[in-house]
């Protein structure tokens, strides 16, 4: 994918609730945030037409997206293969992931790619840890269809939870951090699901999707007060609510959410011999107030709210910092989407 000497590119996270989109550009070398934007979706069905009417109502520079996917027909397994170097690789995989993927090869797509050694101690010398990815086909022509009926042109698809780490790669490359390098659990939590990735530096070592998300704790309101979920979701985000007054509320629903949380850190820990320092947390539902201190008491690791945006410089003096600042933990996927910009401009 070669792009133009001055370039911008959106990337676009459309989830169960908002779409979202991060407007990336390029003049020479030096790469800026251009356009943000977050839209409720219009209702069920209706993201074709939720997506037109951003285009229409929001400035963008381009209407060339890059997008993503996931769900259960999105299959990442983390293996270990016999070392071989990248040509044998791309051939050899095809075989080896009939063991890991529950459909049949003809309708995926499939990739991988070879992953740094962490802890050579735990590494047979014949051994090299593989990421494989297989996406259903039909998934992937059923997003592209969707984005060509807005309007849209779509450059390039991926997956909800590498875009997550794209968007860390990019924010420390804009301010990078000063000591070594640590493993940091990154986690988008959402209406519907949570994605996790841990990484370092710029490589994802472990992803996983979990279906549990800032609807479940609407729910649990819901029961508990014995309300709609339309009243349940208003007493969510009431800013004027405190986290005494909906903590009891939903303290069972956090803590399935948590113990999911604890698992993939657990079993990554275990897998890579290596320790998950800091948890950083961003989603819409990672704006609740007293999320990230709850969410800490379970995992027993330092957790915080993360903005991405706030690493990288915005070109547009027209956005208000304080809608940057509301919406930035919710941009963390649509910012690593678009920081494919950067990345296939290297090629």
């Given amino acids: 994918m070669f792009f133009k000497k001055d370039a911008s590119i959106i990337g676009l996270d459309i989830g169960s609730r908002d779409v979202k989109a991060v407007e990336l550009g ?65 051939t050899a995989i095809h075989y080896e992931a009939d063991k890991y993927i529950p459909f049949g090869l003809d309708e995926v797509v499939i990739d991988c790619t070879r992953l740094p050694i962490e802890n050579e101690a735990h590494t047979p010398p014949n051994e090299m840890k593989i990421l494989l990815v297989a996406v259903k086909r039909q998934v992937i022509e059923e997003h592209l269809a969707l984005l060509r009926e807005a309007g849209l042109q779509p450059i390039i698809v991926d997956v909800d939870s590498f875009a997550l780490g794209n968007a860390f790669e990019v924010a420390n490359e804009f301010n990078p951090r000063v000591e070594e390098p640590a493993m940091v659990g990154l986690v988008n939590i959402g209406a519907s699901k ?5 990484a370092k530096g710029t490589t994802s070592y472990f992803t996983r999707e979990v279906y549990l998300g800032g609807n479940d704790l609407t729910d649990a309101i819901s029961k508990r007060r014995g ?43 275990n897998q890579f011999e290596t320790e998950v320092g800091e948890v950083l947390l961003t989603g819409g539902t990672s704006r609740l107030r007293g999320l990230d201190e709850a969410l800490a008491a379970i995992i027993q690791k330092p957790t915080r709210v993360w903005n991405p945006l706030a690493a990288v410089p915005v070109a547009n003096a027209s956005i208000p910092q304080d809608y940057l600042q509301g919406v930035g933990p919710q941009m963390a996927v649509a910012l690593g989407l678009a920081s494919r910009l950067r990345k296939d401009a290297k090629k």
């Avoid at 997206?65 to 040509?87: H, N």
């Avoid at 903590?247 to 079993?267: F, K, P, R, V």
């Fill in 194 to 198: 949570t994605n996790i990735n841990i």
């Fill in 26 to 90: 390029r003049t020479g070398g030096t790469y800026r945030v251009t356009q943000v934007a977050c839209k409720p979706l219009m209702g069920d069905g209706a993201q074709a037409e939720t997506l037109r009417r951003m285009m229409g109502e929001v400035r963008f520079g381009t209407n060339r997206v890059v997008t993503a996917v996931s769900g259960r027909s999105v299959i990442v397994r983390y293996i270990s293969m016999q070392l071989m170097d990248d040509s044998d690789l791309r």
């Fill in 227 to 269: 309300v709609d979920n339309y009243e349940a979701e208003v007493l969510k985000i009431d800013p004027n609510i405190s986290w005494d007054e909906i903590g009891e509320d939903i303290q069972m629903a956090l803590d399935d959410l948590g113990n999911e949380i604890q698992l993939s850190l657990d079993y990554f820990e």
